[in-house]
């Protein structure tokens, strides 16, 4: 037989315990800030039909990163490379059913065919958070007081982090001062996207707009004084969000947004990405041939998270799962010991018994190595005098205890 | 532009808020319960190169069912159908790294092109827990325990289900004694596991073992008394574990299994169907060209257990993760109402704000349909008095409070 390589599919993830550890951290962080919102939990495959990404996600992510195949019935499928679209699809499937205003979130996986570098795997789990059905601003503060909540919920302070905030009805105001076609909107929009990245900006603009560009270059230049925005920016401080910057650089890739946009940026230099964005999207629902339902929401990428954690050191220590080991000694008190362990369990102690019989010293060594807190050896004494002796592996403590004391000891201690 | 459907791909699930609370509660009693018996949770990704499931997984699956196909880079990927293969090769991986006993759980999604019907969909979801690097027998109870223990955590008698044993090692004697080559026995296995299902058992075996057949038949109806399962079955009755029988058609459909393989059958009638199944297979590692290790596990699926949950009423009722609803009256206390709502978010009270501004009776509705059990309303009123009528719905009992006492009034009323 030819041997079969260990390596996972290139720019995904295996998630070892103390891994999962982490990811699970942060997945339930985000999951507990969202339901503090009153915010409900929802999910779908990651399998959708590839129709659904072709109108609203844009181009470059459609025509070169989805996962897209034929399955054996001949229907196209992708793997979702993002939330959006799905969500749309399910509550455009109930609106009739469903109570509005209704904020719902989700931790999806999605996946994107992209080159791996740092912040950027093709394979990431997202938060998103949406609320649909309620049209004015106070849903696009709530969406970035959430997106704010989910940072100090990790312990991190407001100069860790920076929300820049646009507004996609300032460009239409100003496309409309102007006079640019609809057509020669998109492609604006999607240049100014692509601003930062580039060099030919002016001389693209130029193609675009002809004469009109160096009058519409005036206008986005000024657009941060926007009323909309300052709006914004002081309802935010009303609910204690300071860490607000007007940015009319933000456009975001979608061409569903049609109002307030935003990112969370990270302030820690190598680390200066996005962790959050999102914005409004009005129309979206239409798609699906329903009445459109306003709807404003956005995401939050684990791999950016977790690099923002680690860069501020609001990384939590691992913690073992398991509570106890209990050290079998030989063969004869193997039953004893699962007898204790399942009392022990129907008390809340999360137990391992370990069958190797080997020496305590090595079966103790190995609780160590995996972070068990506390170990306990059973022979034929301990079976004899009903009583094991539970040594703290941290403290080196140890302490003779009957079988109905353990859990209380435990508690005990880890409180 | 033309209307896209609203349904989700074929075989596979939306999860609506009352869906993913069932299911959610599935999952999070299956993990509490392995974590219970010391193992560690797991992730992987649901793309794996194509050539994991080559060679070891059976061979209906791999030809008929797998999602299988080629990224923009020309790799042949699969969505995994089972995460055996996946843990098998993160073990192989690390084995010098990873402490044994290793006790691994996960719960997966997983995808297998089938035609849909009763307790079978293209995805679901599985838990799977491991015991890597115990050779003996105790391994194999513990994870036959761990899988009663599993049905009990949700309530269910050891009269809603039936444990199945039998063992790999009972064929691999008979074939021994009758003398049955390597080849043929393969052959003969994917023969027993289908028997059930077949009308042509007899004389598919007599072209597959000749004049052996007789023999082997005789062998096989009275392989039930073999001492292995004998000597299995009373282990497992020490630990209190009595709806055990033995069952030698049990085969499991994988070629990996070396030794004990089990099934856990629901007794009742309308879902007479396998909703654990597992067993020893100590030589999977091989494949990936490091040693062996002895692991014995299984998994357990959730289309099937929410089945067995539902024929049994062991499923709860639907609670909402958001403890008040505040109605906001006017746009004039927002403010005040996005006070009140953070500072109860800060002592663990999930609040939603309607921003609605509808009619209180209409906000309440709302509510109501929610299972949201609390409500308050907040106008001028409220403003001037700083006290809120906090309602609790299901009694229509109401309570005029201070901002400082709601949180300690909704606790009192959740125990």
Redesign the interface.
Known sequence: ?S????????G??????RD??V??YIVNTLSQTC???????????????A??YR?KTNDEIVN?QT?T?????G?E?T?RPEMTPTVA??V???SREL???L??YSMP?C?R?ERAQRGRLR?FWQLNADIF??A?I??DV?II?LAHRLMTAFGAKESHFEIRINDRRVFEQIFDEVGIDTGTRKSIMSLLDRRAKIDTFDSELGELAGDKAKKLTQLLDSAATNPLLEDLRSRLA??GITNVVIDTSIVRGFDYYTGMVFEVFDTAKENARSISGGGRYDHLL?????DSIPTVGFATGDVTMRDFLEAHNLLPEYV???DL?ICVLDKDT??FA?EVA?KL?DQ?????????YKKAGDQIK?AD??N?PFVACVGAQEIESGKLAVKHLASREEKELSVDEIADHIFTHEL
């Open positions: 037989m041997k079969i390589s260990t390596d996972s599919y290139k995904v993830r295996d998630f070892y315990p999962k550890f990811h699970d339901e503090s919102f009153g915010y409900e939990a929802y999910d779908a495959s990651i399998l959708d039909p129709e659904l109108t070169d996962y195949f034929e399955d054996r019935g229907r499928v793997l699809r399910m455009a499937a109930r109570g509005f205003p904020r719902w996986n996946f065919y394979e059905g309620v004015g106070d849903a709530e007081a009303t609910r239409e798609m699906f041939g329903v073992s799962p398991t080991m193997t039953s699962n399942q369990r809340d102690i999360n137990v391992a018994v370990n069958y190797s190995l190595k995996k068990i």
